[in-house]
T-cell receptor
């Protein structure tokens, strides 16, 4: 019940295209859903996050879409650039509890020039 | 303002030795989380600590692993009698307040057990 399932495992997108990564969860007690970006040899860095009372959040080229009834959320990267090539992790947490994060398995994104 | 500092960045230990991983949180942060990342996998929560207290250790293996966050100094993740399966990247994250989920991650310690 504490799992977060992420897909696809890997993704190749042409420069300028839209990258879409999906996540699904089961526990309706989750109340905070962040996305992290990780480059090789680096720690994860918070990219964008959403709470379940909002259906969409946009920051620059990055958008989270949240479907509470389906218990799914997704990351859209518009106008994808080679510099976006990284591993992306979705996560969920009980922000009102300890704040520990439950991570998805990760998606390796490659943006081809 | 320095970010979360972890050291060493790389650590090689022989089977049976002890590994000590250190994490200095961001200035002013008193909440520390440890995560483990196995190759090709996501990060798994291990333990959540506040100064001098273990709050949630539900992700810690029952044996050989321990963590502390003393009043002074960095948080330490200690692995005794390491085995090959302990080889992983260990990440520390810190946050400013309890239940503040804007946690900032360090660059990790990559432990290799030979």
């Amino acid at each position: 019940q504490q799992q977060v399932k992420q897909s696809p495992q890997s993704l190749i997108v042409q420069k300028g295209g839209i990258s879409i990564i999906n996540c699904a969860y089961e526990n309706t007690a989750f109340d905070y859903f962040p996305w992290y970006q990780q480059f090789p040899g680096k720690g994860p860095a918070l990219l964008i996050a959403i709470r379940p009372d909002v259906s969409e959040k946009k920051e620059g080229r990055f958008t989270i879409s949240f479907n509470k009834s389906a218990k799914q959320f997704s990351l859209h990267i518009m106008d994808s650039q080679p510099g976006d090539s990284a591993t992306y992790f979705c996560a969920a947490s009980f922000a009102s509890n300890t704040g520990k994060l439950i991570f998805g398995q990760g998606t390796t994104l490659q943006v081809k020039p | 303002n320095a970010g979360v500092m972890q050291n060493p960045r790389h650590l090689v230990r022989r089977r049976g030795q002890e590994a000590r991983l250190r994490c200095s949180p961001m200035k002013g942060h008193s909440h520390v989380y440890w995560y483990r990342q196995l190759p090709e996998e996501g990060l798994k929560f291990m333990v959540y600590l506040q100064k001098e207290n273990i709050i949630d250790e539900s992700g810690m293996p029952k044996e050989r692993f321990s963590a502390e966050f003393p009043k002074e100094g960095p948080s330490i993740l200690r692995i005794q009698q390491v085995v090959r399966g302990d080889s992983a990247a260990y990440f520390c994250a810190s946050s400013l307040r309890a239940m503040n989920t804007e946690a900032f991650f360090g660059q990790g310690t990559r432990l290799t057990v030979v």
